[in-house]
């Protein structure tokens, strides 16, 4: 296998111009695919097939009612003491004034019902009740007139209005408006909500397909706010993506600049030379355009899982070209007679096998994640993979060439091109490196024993790390003060979005925050509609069970929807038209709500009952008299009714975690209470977000696994082939296990969860982590051989390798621990993790592994190495010829 080696390494410093030729005509190549890369962002690609996936999808293509136009809302809740006086109402209604008077906002508003708000219904009120003839007067009013309507009234007047419109026979609409803890009846309120309605082209699924001018209004009606007394929070989709994407890209404006220069600093402190660095940073731009043009090609999306990508291929495309300079700067410093192009022959020589076990493994490691049912999670495997073997045959073999014919170049015409590699010499860092050397020359028995003991920590502090999937994920908070210091493109805007969201979801339901039951089976029996009832008034905590603790419970009482509610609404809109409307005068739909009014107090005794009978009647008298209904009672092509659709709001801060385990409660409870006649079905995104979760979690543990047990046989066969014991494999696979229980452990002391970033974690750690290691087993085997000495091989190895792994990890821990200081907390997160699995690569491999293989070369390993033992080792194998073992042929496992 070292002869393979020396002969390739002959091959790629002799025909160097070729090289150069070729890879740059396959990055032109490959290259061209760069701007067929699209972006996805949007949460269904996590998707899995699964019972809950389809009954939504079923939802969505049956149960939806096409209203007209598509709308989008804008929540403005209104803060203070008391928002119920005159003062704050009057505020309200002069905010909406100042809203209508600008045609940019106006223009994207609906043309029915553009606003309502909870001083709406005061002022109206209060026009009402000054007007002439108060018990006609039907027309809307306009917000002059409730303005002045309700600066015209007394304290005690308004005190009394508010009372009346806010009352317990409120509808659940306007008692939506105050907060979750207002007493149907009080005249104080520490918040008000206004909803603003605006048209859009389509239904909006996703914060990214609303229109840059909605998204424009709304920004201008949240600085109309802040121009105001009160305290206010805003919160629309259109604001939510403006602030996600100016997220990514303030943090990219923070985060560039400053990783940049401590990349660029780092290598300079490594290579301590401009053109090693310029040459460092070319390969690495190639090897992500190798990468991108992939994904082009591919017709693979940019994902939010794919960030992480560019920071594992950066990250081990610095360790490449560190390893691969350092040890060509070894070869140059071993004799005047080495030459640059023989130098860098035997480095490759030297490094080679190991830069392709580091690449082999990393990509099983990464194609572990095609086990997963989660789509993006399977294309970064995939990209990941190629990423890799991208870097090998970047700086395995365009750099390399690249360096021979500058350097040879440059000395041409005089230039020294001799450089000291770093970590070797008296110098300081030679000494710290020693440390790991000495260790396991001392005491190495004690080094593993703490090595496992923290490992034990990490194990249960891995149990223990939550899982997270939501768009609040990629919500910036508020700038930290220092930001104000940076100079001003670097400067991040303002966020707002996330506080706002939390002030609303504390005593509001947000826009479309409700979790919901697809129900199939016999929806005609005569029962169905009592299961319903009895289900939901369960539910609420009327019987002996406690309420769901996520059921959005407002001033008008719990939040639930069904086919039962509906109906009750509609004979009550019908009881009410039969008596206040002439017979002869009631269109088409009204005379078809009365008639099913009458059918339904005549099955249930009144508006408040719940029918036992004529069930497919009444189905079909109320899809005439409410079309709107068809979102809970579908109907087939052929006039059978397949299917019922029940709903509940929840908390607006509820986790997903929380309203998945109550819906799945409801849709248990609801089968349970037909006896198994009904078949129920959680539908909802927040049951669907769990289950990405889970199978986030599920992905993790697999994919650690099986990344584990394929490297490991990997190795092993690798070393068994080169002419070493199958069980250095193992030695060298154990730091990576360390690391990954160190890292899971620090992520549940840090409080990080798995999430669509850091979820990653484990293939970073293993394709991080394995280079390290390999990188220190190779250069120990070589040197035990070479140098015949245990001892001198090993401090070899940590000066020399462990000087090249160091300049690594603190460039890439530098560059990368920038993140830390993104505006976004998903990245903040994915940098000090990011940064720790590399900080632990490093010290499991330079002060960890050198015990392990202490201990496996005196009880596992070829035997003659230690001084004192009886048998001679081999001789030095520079030559490239294979060498038996040291026991004259015997090996060990």
Do not use: C
């Amino acid at each position: 296998m070292t002869g393979i080696a020396s002969r390739v390494g002959e091959f790629l410093t002799t025909y160097t111009k070729s090289i150069i030729l070729v890879v740059l005509v396959l990055t032109v190549a490959i290259g061209a695919g760069v701007g067929g890369v699209e972006q996805q962002s949007n949460t269904d690609q996590f998707e899995s097939d699964s019972p809950e996936a389809n009954a939504q999808a079923f939802i969505e293509e049956n149960m939806t009612v096409d209203e007209g136009e598509n709308t989008t809302l804008l929540q403005v809740l209104q803060r203070g003491d008391n928002v119920l006086t005159k003062a704050a109402v009057n505020e309200s209604l002069t905010l909406q004034q100042q809203v209508f008077q600008q045609e940019a906002i106006t223009r994207t508003l609906t043309e029915e019902r553009p606003v309502f708000g909870y001083a709406n219904v005061i002022g109206s009120a209060a026009v009402r009740q000054q007007s002439a003839d108060p018990e006609n007067a039907t027309a809307q009013p306009t917000l002059a007139e409730q303005r002045q309507a309700v600066l015209a009234l007394g304290d005690e007047e308004l005190e009394t209005l508010v009372t009346d419109v806010f009352g317990e026979d409120a509808s659940q609409e306007v008692l939506g408006l105050l907060p979750a803890t207002y007493t149907p009846g009080d005249t104080t309120a520490e918040g008000g909500l206004t909803v603003f309605r605006q048209q859009v082209d389509q239904e909006v699924q996703n914060p990214n397909q609303i229109e840059p001018t909605i998204t424009d209004a709304q920004l201008a009606i949240r600085g109309l706010t802040n121009d105001l007394g009160s305290d206010y929070a805003v919160f629309g989709q259109g604001i939510l993506s403006e602030e996600i994407n100016n997220s990514l890209a303030d943090s990219g404006g923070i985060v560039g600049p400053l990783a940049l220069l401590f990349v660029v600093v780092a290598l300079t402190v490594a290579y301590r030379d401009l053109l090693d660095i310029v040459l460092g940073v070319v390969g690495i731009v190639a090897v992500l355009v190798w990468t991108f043009g992939f994904m082009g090609w591919a017709g693979v999306a940019f994902n939010q899982l794919l960030l992480a990508v560019p920071v594992l291929l950066i990250g081990l495309s610095i360790d490449y070209a560190i390893h691969v300079f350092m040890r060509y700067r070894e070869q140059r410093a071993e004799g005047d007679d080495v030459d640059g192009r023989r130098a860098m022959a035997l480095a490759l020589a030297g490094v080679g096998a190991a830069l392709v076990w580091v690449t082999a493994t990393a990509a099983i490691g990464f194609l572990a994640n095609l086990t997963s049912p989660i789509g993006p999670l399977q294309d970064f495997g995939i990209v990941s993979a190629f990423g890799v073997v991208a870097a090998l045959v970047i700086f395995g073999a365009l750099i390399p060439a690249l360096k021979i014919e500058v350097d040879g170049f440059l000395e041409a015409r005089g230039f020294d091109r001799e450089k000291r590699a770093f970590g070797t010499g008296d110098s300081l860092f030679s000494r710290v490196l020693a440390g790991g050397a000495s260790a396991a020359q001392r005491f190495p028995v004690a080094v593993i024993v703490v090595a496992l003991l923290l490992s034990l920590g990490g194990a249960y502090g891995a149990t223990q790390v939550d899982t997270s999937f939501d768009q609040t994920d990629f919500l910036a908070d508020s700038p930290p003060g220092w930001t104000n210091n940076l100079p001003g493109p670097m400067q991040p805007g303002t966020y707002e979005v996330s506080d706002d969201i939390e002030s609303i979801g504390n005593n509001f339901q947000q826009e479309d925050n409700e979790a919901e039951i697809l129900i199939r089976g016999d929806v005609t029996n005569e029962q169905t509609l009592g299961w319903l009832d009895d289900a939901a008034s369960t539910a609420a905590g009327n019987g002996d069970r406690p309420a769901l603790g996520t059921l959005f419970v407002g001033a008008a009482g719990p939040d639930i929807r069904s086919p039962v509610t509906v109906m009750q609404q509609t004979a009550e809109r019908g009881v009410e038209l039969r008596e206040t409307t002439d017979p002869g005068q009631r269109t088409e739909q009204e005379s078809a709500t009365v008639t099913f009014a009458e059918t339904y107090v005549a099955a249930a005794g009144s508006v408040n009952g719940v029918p036992e009978e004529n069930i497919e009647g009444l189905y079909d008298q109320l899809l005439v008299a409410n079309p709107a209904a068809a979102q809970y009672v579908y109907q087939t092509d052929a006039g059978e009714y397949d299917a019922l659709r029940l709903q509940f709001g929840v908390d607006g801060n509820a986790g997903i975690t929380d309203v998945a385990a109550d819906n799945r409660e409801f849709s248990d409870l609801l089968s349970e209470t037909s006896g198994g006649v009904l078949t129920t079905t959680p539908a909802g995104d927040q049951v669907i977000f769990d289950n990405v979760q889970n199978d986030l979690l599920d992905t993790v543990i697999q994919g650690l696994l099986i990344t584990l047990v394929a490297v490991f046989l990997f190795l092993a066969l690798a070393y068994r082939l080169t002419g070493n014991p199958a069980s250095l494999g193992v030695v060298t696979l154990v730091p990576v296990a360390l690391a990954v229980t160190w890292i899971l452990g620090s992520m549940w002391l840090l409080n990080i969860p798995f999430n669509t970033l850091t979820g990653t974690i484990t293939s970073l750690t293993v394709g991080l982590g394995i280079a390290y290691s390999i990188h220190i087993s190779s250069r120990y085997e070589l040197e035990l051989r070479r140098q015949g000495d245990v001892w001198k091989a090993m401090y070899t190895t940590v000066e020399g390798t462990g000087g090249a792994l160091l300049g690594s990890a603190a460039t890439t821990v530098g560059g990368f621990g920038t993140l830390a200081f993104a505006i976004l907390p998903i990245l903040r997160q994915f940098g000090i993790i990011t940064g720790l699995t590399i900080i632990y690569a490093f010290l499991a491999s330079v002060f960890v592994l050198p015990s392990l293989l202490v201990i496996w070369t005196r009880y596992f390993g070829p035997t003659g190495y230690f001084p004192g033992d009886a048998e001679e080792p081999p001789e030095d194998p520079a030559t490239g010829d294979e060498q038996p073992a040291a026991d004259g042929g015997r090996e060990r496992l």
